[in-house]
């Protein structure tokens, strides 16, 4: 690490440490299979046959999206989320109904846990007709922010994809989020366009990469002048640390000033029967793919749990944490290097001066 990162978590004695609340940054509830019967999953060797899977697999859930979205979303409560950024299919193939799902689950946890929504064009933009539309009209519906997806290698055309999220993020005066899979040179043309668009549009520190796979090549010869456009534009990435995807070289991205945050990405959904809602666990993970070794290093993955996922999502009182405070997790550890390492269950999640009680 090119410097030493303080722990946010402060030991009171007893063998009991206090965290910050955590905040999961990318996150699918409309997915989730969590409380309902297993789900067997097919291979999916490309990002369409993913999709396709996935499509098929909600349009045959006999559980309804708010009462799988509540289970997910409840179980991270429980686990110390304390706020996250979901993003929710929108399609002219399942209209609002994946919005006006989570954002139900959301309001019965009411203040339990801050809930972002993010209107995602997973089956396309412009190339699935209508879908604009409908994107419009989620943000009148409970949906936050404009969602976008690989806009060349899946929406077939750059400019135009950007052309109408950053259009419909001006008229509507919301933030930005994208997923972008793509890897290699053209991805990080494709970043530094969305770089140049959002300097254009004034829209500095309110866009966000999710994935951003093209980040974690070192080896690509534009990856610095890409990670300095990003920096300069206030980009945030948001990894999930997922099984076979690549990971990000946190130190390259601290150096050149771009900030991280962490999801959990599907949680026991058509992509992956992988996940449990706990981001104790999605910091784990994220320890292990980039190999951190030292205090500092693990340490380092709780704030960006923690801390850095609420400075994107905007959570005072993860920012404001204090071993005493009103909000507030409690684990069974000594360090947040050993919490990391060992990914206990919380013994204790306040909220508001009271314990969280689902």
Excluded at 305 to 327: I, K, Q, R
Aim: proline share 4%.
């Amino acid at each position: 690490m090119s410097k030493e990162v303080q722990s946010v978590a402060v030991g009171v004695g007893g063998g009991v440490l206090r965290t910050p609340g955590f905040v999961d940054a990318h996150i699918h509830p409309d997915k989730t299979t969590w409380g309902s019967g297993w789900l067997s999953r097919r291979p999916a060797p490309e990002l369409r046959d993913l999709i396709s899977n996935d499509l098929e697999a909600q349009l045959a859930f006999q559980d309804g999206v708010e009462e799988r979205a509540y289970a997910l979303m409840s179980q991270a409560a429980r686990n110390g989320t304390m706020a996250m950024r979901a993003h929710v299919d929108v399609g002219t193939q399942i209209g609002l109904r994946n919005i006006h799902g989570v954002r139900a689950a959301a309001d019965r946890l009411g203040s339990s846990l801050q809930v972002q929504i993010v209107a995602f064009p997973q089956f396309g933009l412009l190339s699935n007709p209508g879908t604009l539309d409908l994107l419009r009209a989620s943000l009148r519906e409970g949906a936050d922010l404009v969602g976008g997806i690989d806009p060349q290698s899946l929406d077939g055309d750059l400019h135009a994809h950007l052309d109408a999220v950053f259009g419909l993020a001006r008229a509507q005066g919301r933030d930005v989020d994208i997923h972008l899979h793509d890897m290699g040179s053209d991805a990080l043309a494709q970043l530094r366009e969305i770089a140049r668009r959002t300097v254009s549009e004034g829209m500095q520190g309110r866009v966000t990469i999710g994935h951003a796979f093209a980040l974690c090549d070192t080896a690509e010869p534009d990856l610095p002048r890409t990670l300095d456009a990003l920096a300069d534009a206030g980009i945030w990435m948001a990894t999930c640390a997922l099984g076979a995807d690549p990971v990000p070289v946190l130190d390259v991205l601290e150096r050149h000033g771009v900030r991280v945050a962490l999801g959990s990405d599907g949680v026991r959904d058509s992509w992956s029967p992988f996940g449990t809602g706990s981001m104790v666990d999605r910091a784990h993970l994220l320890g292990y793919r980039t190999g951190a070794l030292t205090d500092a290093e693990l340490e380092r993955c709780l704030r960006i749990a923690t801390v850095s996922g609420a400075e994107l999502v905007g959570v005072p009182e993860v920012l404001g944490f204090t071993a005493g405070g009103a909000n507030r997790v409690e684990f069974a550890a000594s360090s947040g290097a050993q919490l990391v390492v060992d990914r206990p269950a919380p013994v204790r999640v306040v909220r508001g001066g009271k314990d969280l009680v689902i």
